[in-house]
């Protein structure tokens, strides 16, 4: 790639002008106009799209030298469409619609979409985004089905099933950028503290948010592990987030599989302990996410790249560990999470008590790692079809592309002459067992415990 126009070097100004239309000096321009032009527009294009991304040289220098040219090459390319592509390669274009209205759950994964509001982060793109708390999961869907929602807070697993037509209407939806990764538990009753094995867990009550969530895959994964069949043996209920350590404290269930800060509130409230954090069954693993509809994207490209800008800016923020105890004050007032500081702190800052007379540190407790790995999605896909959600044989690569949006940007990239970021399928482990999203199907066949047919 051209060294005129590198976007990822993050001790080079992205002065983007020359009276030639190139970024040289004068004495620079006959070495200049004999580099392959292909290469030059290239290179070109890609440097207004970080231009546009990040107006503020100082900001774009700061995230480079944090992240790393690659990692942010492949951060930014991997989660934007092409209608949002085009946008910002013609710098900022005027805003299609500038009053939003965005769905959250009162969760700390929604933590980049909700910073973004008290941080100004909306308003610098000119927009003016009316965050709306919304009680549960179900209707974050249906808001956006509605179009009540112009973009939303979603678990990851949702605009999969939406798209497909599970559990409700069938409608496009699309993951933009993931949210957050880790940041749930496994949080059980003080009174099971002498039942740290899960065989015991035989007529346990558990909760989960939502059925296509993670929580749900999570914990179904973990009880199976361990040869407890989630059907039979247990019973699992979909309760909402906030609901969680109510019904807890009131005995109607033995633990919940669910996101931060409600197993640090249990905790809080000395009703529950953790007993295993979700980064310990797959670390990294993604959960909630940043959703938008096919329509939405098509009928104001330039209103979603400024939304994406601005939730782009917060999920770096969020990234960073100094950072945390800041995001938590932010955070916690009633309008947003409405949890005791100390709370948020917990979780964010990885610092924490355990409920059962420890203090862990682990840092990376919750992340935020914005890329669709469509990896991802496949493995969602598989437990879906594991656990009886799909019937039939499921196309995964169609489907997973069509969702998480790293197609768009790798077509794009191709058009342009880019090489497409590396690592869309990258493979993970859960639980030791190693993914492989080229072969799914044989993944779920290799599960003891699974739905019957």
């Known amino acids: 790639m051209s060294e005129r126009y590198d976007a990822y070097d993050a001790d080079r100004p992205l002065m983007l002008r020359c009276a030639c239309g190139q970024d040289h ?31 503020v040289d100082s900001v774009r220098r700061g995230f480079l030298k944090a992240v790393g040219a690659n990692t942010a090459r492949a951060a930014i390319a991997s989660v934007l469409p092409i209608g949002a592509l085009q946008a910002m390669a013609q710098e900022r274009g005027p805003l299609e619609k500038k009053d939003l209205k965005i769905g959250f ?19 610098k793109e000119g927009l003016s985004v009316s965050l709306n708390k919304t009680a549960g999961w179900a209707l974050i869907r249906d808001k956006m089905i509605n179009k009540e929602h112009d973009a939303s807070h979603f678990l990851s697993p949702m605009p999969l099933a939406m798209s497909m037509g599970l559990g409700s209407n069938q409608v496009a939806m699309n993951v933009a950028s993931i949210q957050n990764t880790n940041g749930q538990a496994i949080t059980l009753h003080v009174k099971h503290k002498d039942k740290r094995d899960p065989k015991s867990w035989k007529g346990f009550k558990f909760a989960v948010p939502f059925e296509y969530s993670m929580h749900n895959f999570l914990l179904r994964y973990y009880l199976a592990e361990h040869g407890i069949n989630p059907d039979t043996d247990v019973q699992i209920r979909v309760t909402p987030p906030p609901e969680m350590v109510a019904n807890l404290r009131a005995g109607n269930i033995d633990g919940f599989l669910g996101p931060d800060p409600f197993n640090q509130r249990a905790v809080y409230d000395e009703v529950g302990f953790i007993h295993i954090l979700s980064k310990e069954i797959w670390d990294g693993h993604p959960c909630c996410a940043f959703g938008v509809s096919d329509e939405f994207i098509k009928q104001n490209p330039n209103t979603f790249a400024a939304l994406y800008r601005a939730i782009l800016t917060a999920s770096f923020m969020a990234s960073q560990p100094k950072d945390r105890e800041l995001i938590a004050k932010v955070i916690a007032p009633a309008q947003y999470l409405n949890q005791p500081e100390t709370v948020l702190a917990q979780v964010l800052t990885g610092k924490f008590a355990d409920g059962l007379g420890s203090i862990k540190n682990v840092p990376d407790r919750a992340n935020f790692d914005p890329v669709p790995w469509q990896s991802m999605a496949v493995w969602m896909l598989t437990q879906m079809k594991r656990w009886g959600y799909i019937k039939g044989d499921v196309n995964y690569k169609q489907i997973a592309e069509k969702v998480f949006l790293l197609t768009d940007a790798k077509k794009y990239m191709s058009q342009a002459g880019f090489k497409p970021p590396e690592g869309a399928y990258r493979k993970f482990k859960v639980m030791g067992k190693e993914f492989d999203p080229a072969r799914p199907e044989d993944y779920v066949k290799s599960f003891a415990i699974a739905k019957a047919a």
């Open 25 to 55: 000096a004068p004495g620079e321009h006959a070495a200049a106009q004999a580099r392959n032009e292909e290469e030059l527009s290239t290179s070109f294009v890609e440097a207004s799209l970080v231009k546009a991304l990040f107006p």
């Open 105 to 123: 759950i009162a969760i700390t994964c929604a933590s980049p979409l909700i910073m973004a509001d008290p941080l100004g982060f909306y308003k």
